[in-house]
C-alpha cells in the first residue's frame, strides 16, 4: 500500500480526510438549518451548528427548538422595543452545540491492492465505493451522524425544528437566520388590578380573564375580593392598604450619582438602601402594582424630601421628582409658536404663541421654554425661574448614560398610577400636587389634563394656569 492510503472494511480508500461541518445556512423564513460536507473520507469527525442566541430567554416559553425549551414569556404591552424590556429578558451565556463521532478514513493505501472495490475521485485518488449521503438530523436536534462513504461536495447536512419560526423568537433576536417577532401579551406580565390583601398572592390579567373565566368570583375576608371592603380598598391616599417607600434615615444620603448605565445605578441605590430601594407592588400594594427601582437621588432636598429618580420596570420608564411648581402648560410641554423652531404652531387659544406664556421671536437665538424635552439647546431651553432641573437628579442628555425626558402623557399617568408611582415618588402622596400632562383636551383646547399626584385623580385646568411638572424618560 501506498503512504497516501489504506484499506478499510476491505476497501481502498483516499488519504484525504473530510472536515468538521460547522457552517450553516438558513434564508431567513425555514424551519431548517443546512451546511455542505466537503470532500474527503469521515471518520471520528462531527457534524455540528450552533448559535450564540440559541438560549431560553430568546425562544417563547414552553416552546423546543433543538432541543432548547424556551422561558421567554415577553414584556409588558405598553412597551415599543425591546430596548425598554432589557431586564424581563435573559441573556444567558450557554451555547447549545452537538458534537458526535462519525465515520473515518486511513493514512496508508494503494492503488495494487483491492482496485475493484475503488474508484478515483477529481484529483486522482483511490478511494472508497461507497458514496456518502445526506445527512438529516431528527426534528429538533442539531446532532446528526454522516454515514460512512466518500463525499463528493455535492451534500448536505440538514437540521430542521417546526418551531424555528419568528413568532416563537423574541423579538430582534436571530437564531439560524430567522428574527423573532415575539413580543408577549400584555395579560400574561400585568396582575389583576382587583383589590386584594398585601399578604394576598398576585394572579395575572390572564388568570383572572380566562383560566378562571366563568367560574364565580369569592368575597373572603382576606384575599382578593370582588365585592369590596370600606375599610381596606381605597386608593392608598392615606389608608393602611399600602406601604410606601420607607425613607426613614435617608436624610441627605445620595447613591447612583455615578455608573455608565442605568442598571449600574440601581445596583448603587440598591447597595446604600438595600430593600427599600426596590419597591415591589405585589407585597406593598393593594392591587395589581408592579416593581419600582431607584436609579438615582441627589443630596438637594425639595420639602424635606431628597429629589430622585425611580425606574418603572414594566415598563422601562424613568420618572423625574417634580421639575417645578408653577409654570404653565406652554412652558411644560415645550408648545411654541417661534419662527424656525421645528415644532412651532398657532395656538388656536393665543397661550403658547403668547409672550405672556412662551417665549416669543425667531429661533435659534430665541428659544422655546420647556421642563423637560431637550434638544442640546438648539432650539430649547430649560432655563427658566419657573424650572427646577434638579428633580432629573443630574440625567440629562449630556449625562453618562444619556437620559431623554418629555412631558408625560395623560396615558403614562394612567399606566403608571396603576404600577403604584404615587407610593414610590418622593414627592407625591401627603406632599403631592396637581401635575400637567401633555394631553390637550379634545372637547376644548383651552384646557390640558393633569393628574393629582396625591390621590390619583385627573382632572383639567386652563393651558395658561401654574402648576407642577414631573418628566417620564429613557
Known sequence: MGADCTAV?????????????TSWSNAGS?????????????????????????????????????????????PYAACTDDALNAAQCSTAASRYVYTASYG???????????AAACWTNAINQYTTGTAGANVNGADGSLSATIPTGYYAGTETATMSDTDLAAGNIRSGVNIFGTTGT?????????????????????????AESTTNAATAYTNSGAGYRA????????????????????RTGWSTTTCGMAGATIDLRIADCAA??????????STKGNAGQGTWRLVTRTGDLSSAKGREVWRDERTKLLWSSKVGTAMNWC??????????????????????????????????????VSACFEDGENYFTTSHASIDNAGKAGLNLSSTPVVAWRLPTIHDYHIAEANGIRFVMPDMLANGAVEWSSSVVSGDRLYAWYFDSGNGSVNYNFRFSTTAARCVGR
Open 182 to 206: 415575539f413580543t408577549g401579551t400584555f395579560a400574561l406580565n400585568m396582575a389583576s388590578t382587583q383589590h386584594r390583601d398585601r399578604t394576598t398572592t398576585q394572579v395575572s390579567v390572564h
Open 227 to 246: 365585592v369590596p371592603s370600606i375599610a381596606k380598598d381605597d386608593d392608598g391616599y392615606t389608608g393602611t392598604s399600602h406601604r410606601p417607600v420607607n
Open 272 to 281: 446604600v438602601f438595600t430593600t427599600e430601594a426596590t419597591w415591589d407592588g
Open 104 to 114: 473515518g478514513r486511513s493514512a496508508t493505501c494503494s492503488a495494487g491492492l483491492n
Open 331 to 368: 412652558r411644560a410641554s415645550g408648545s411654541n409658536f417661534i419662527t424656525n423652531n421645528p415644532t412651532a404652531e398657532d395656538d388656536p387659544s393665543d397661550y403658547c404663541d403668547n409672550a405672556t406664556y412662551q417665549n416669543t421671536g425667531t429661533g435659534p437665538a430665541t428659544k422655546a
Open 30 to 74: 425555514g424551519t431548517t438549518v443546512s451546511g455542505s460536507i466537503p470532500d474527503g473520507y469521515y471518520q471520528a469527525k462531527q457534524c455540528s451548528f450552533e448559535d450564540l442566541d440559541l438560549t431560553p430567554a430568546n425562544i417563547a416559553n414552553g416552546v423546543n427548538i433543538f432541543g432548547v425549551l424556551g422561558t421567554a414569556s415577553g
Open 9 to 21: 472494511a476491505g476497501k481502498i480508500v483516499t488519504g484525504a480526510q473530510g472536515n468538521n461541518i
